[in-house]
């Protein structure tokens, strides 16, 4: 055959392509020049791109998708294997049981941190308070992160350790949750995600001593995390709250070739953010603009979570009188504050999970459209955990990326029986993750994992929203908003990349798109949806280089 194009540096072929790109939806072979797709087509055609040189690669007829990107994974943030493991543990007795083996194996720890404990483990539908750890952890400073990371629970020893105390209760770090009756603090830490997690909250962690909070092990957790990332077929990460001060920590990654996938980094900006600040967050972002690191989106609160009940509601929660929530920002403050970001040509990123913090948020996208005149912002409402009808077609209406977890709606989650279900009530639960309805509302769907919040793999991901049954099997929990395996696939890749501008560069696999691909070990697109879980990435491809993956 004589040749017409010059030989491509990678070629694939023998493999079922799946592009997530309409103009040319399949393929059974692609190759990759200088990093980017120069073509796809049938297997007869890949010949003529192969030559001296070229690395030839035979997917064995497996599916290939593009690189998923992760439209809301905290890398940095991460699992600590410092830490004492609470997933998985559904009561009480079982995090004491954690805890104490832990420490006998850790006589010398000059504190017992853990991670990731439940709401629901502990009894009575009460929140978790010092006594509760005291028992097991004695005079050792105790530190214990929420499964969600938006609460911490003390010990007393930790209290002392930390300077809380009836007289100082509003911390850098979070809102200390004081008695009814004594006025003494419990133990219980709220707006931990808000607080703790800010530049300023993390630094007086550090100061204060906490080990969780040093460099080296921020650093650990996100060198981690990024390797499963990639391990996943995660090629684009999106991480969703910084501060300037951890940029040292990706560029280090990057450095040491730790950072496989790309990255997107957004910056938090937590109440008190100064326009000096935001003159630094857009000279960072005019810093870090290539296509391997990325700053420039803003993260931004108006609710926290449900299963504390601390989200904003439009209906007071279950049992609980008239108590539906508070917002962080009165709903004009928001709208004035989002108006001037979105003037300076900000995106946003908003955390929102109850129905009330989410019209908010729609109402303060509407009034900056109207202040600022309409562009292109692609602000995002993230999570959209119970969303009143009303409010469905806001989002396609106002242009607004509906940035969601599936698996966090999973029934062992947050159905009937869990802290959320009960709390919002079952009159209530159609509210509950309207992926279907939201989607046929022509609403901007992108999925991710919340990961440390939820496991990082697309694939269990992909299973809940097409499913909505525990990840073991069972029962569907409001199994009307689920929707198929082609739309999840979307929301993973193609929904991700608009939402995150970069549908011109990633998200499908098109001729001039950066070469990033993953060739998965099933069929997701053909197999039962019960057998999703447990597919794996073979191959990872990263702009036309095999990053991962043990070969097809």
């Not at 007289?167 to 004081?178: D, Q």
């Not at 729609?362 to 955990?385: S, W």
Request: charged share 25%.
């Amino acid at each position: 055959m004589t040749r017409t194009t010059a030989p491509a540096d990678l070629v694939l072929h023998n493999a079922r392509i799946h592009t997530v790109d309409p103009l040319l939806p399949a393929a059974e072979a692609l190759a990759v020049r200088d990093g980017r797709i120069v073509w796809l087509g049938p297997d007869a055609g890949a010949a003529a791109w192969t030559g001296e040189g070229t690395r030839l690669i035979d997917g064995a007829g497996r599916l290939v998708l593009p690189g998923f990107i992760d439209a809301h994974n905290h890398v940095r943030l991460g699992s600590d294997d410092a830490c004492v493991q609470l997933a998985g543990a559904r009561t009480l007795t079982e995090i004491h049981h954690r805890i104490t083996a832990w420490s006998a194996e850790h006589p010398s720890a000059e504190w017992i941190e853990a991670e990731a404990f439940d709401y629901s483990a502990i009894p009575d539908g009460r929140m978790p308070n010092a006594a509760d750890l005291d028992r097991v952890t004695g005079d050792t400073p105790a530190f214990v992160l929420s499964y969600d990371v938006h609460t911490a629970w003390l010990n007393t020893a930790a209290l002392r350790r930390l300077g809380i105390s009836r007289e100082v209760t509003s911390l850098p770090f979070g809102r200390a949750e004081t008695d009814p009756v004594t006025g003494e603090p419990t133990g219980f830490i709220k707006d931990f995600a808000v607080r703790g997690l800010s530049r300023e909250g993390h630094r007086a962690l550090r100061e204060l001593g906490v080990p969780w909070a040093a460099p080296d092990r921020q650093y650990g957790r996100l060198v981690k995390s990024l390797d499963d990332a990639i391990r996943f077929g995660i090629t684009t990460v999106v991480e969703p709250q910084n501060s300037l001060d951890d940029l040292e920590l990706f560029t280090r990654a990057r450095t040491e070739g730790r950072l496989r996938s790309r990255l997107v980094a957004a910056l938090f900006h937590p109440r008190g953010t100064t326009d000096a600040d935001l003159d630094d967050f857009a000279a960072a972002a005019a810093r870090f603009d290539d296509d391997r690191l990325r700053l420039g989106p803003l993260k931004l609160y108006i609710d926290d979570v449900v299963e504390p009940r601390t989200a904003a509601l439009l209906e007071p929660y279950a049992g609980c009188g008239k108590h539906r929530g508070d917002t962080f920002y009165p709903a004009e403050e928001f709208a004035e504050l989002l108006a001037k970001l979105d003037a300076r040509g900000f995106q946003c990123f908003v955390h929102a999970t109850g129905d009330r913090g989410i019209r908010t948020v729609l109402d303060a996208v509407e009034h900056a459209a109207a202040v600022n005149g309409a562009r292109d912002a692609r602000h995002q409402v993230v999570h959209v955990e119970c969303l009143d009808p009303q409010d469905t077609a806001r989002f396609a209406e106002l242009g607004v990326v509906a940035c969601m977890q599936p698996r966090h709606c999973a029934p062992e989650i947050a159905g009937p029986g869990q802290d959320w279900a009960e709390n919002i009530g079952s009159d209530r639960w159609h509210k509950a993750w309207p992926m279907r309805s939201l989607h046929e509302a022509g609403a901007v769907l992108a999925f991710s994992s919340d990961w440390n919040v939820a496991e990082m793999d697309p694939m269990t991901g992909i299973y809940t929203a097409v499913t909505r049954r525990p990840l073991g099997g069972g029962e569907p929990w409001q199994p009307a908003e689920t929707v198929d395996v082609e739309t999840a696939v979307h929301g993973y890749t193609m929904g991700s990349a608009y939402a995150n501008f970069l549908e011109g560069e990633r998200g499908s696999l098109s001729v001039g798109k950066l070469a990033d691909f993953t060739v998965l070990s099933r069929d997701i697109l053909r197999i039962s949806p019960e057998a999703i879980p447990g597919t794996t990435a073979q191959l990872v491809v990263v702009g036309g280089e095999v990053v991962a993956g043990t070969g097809v």
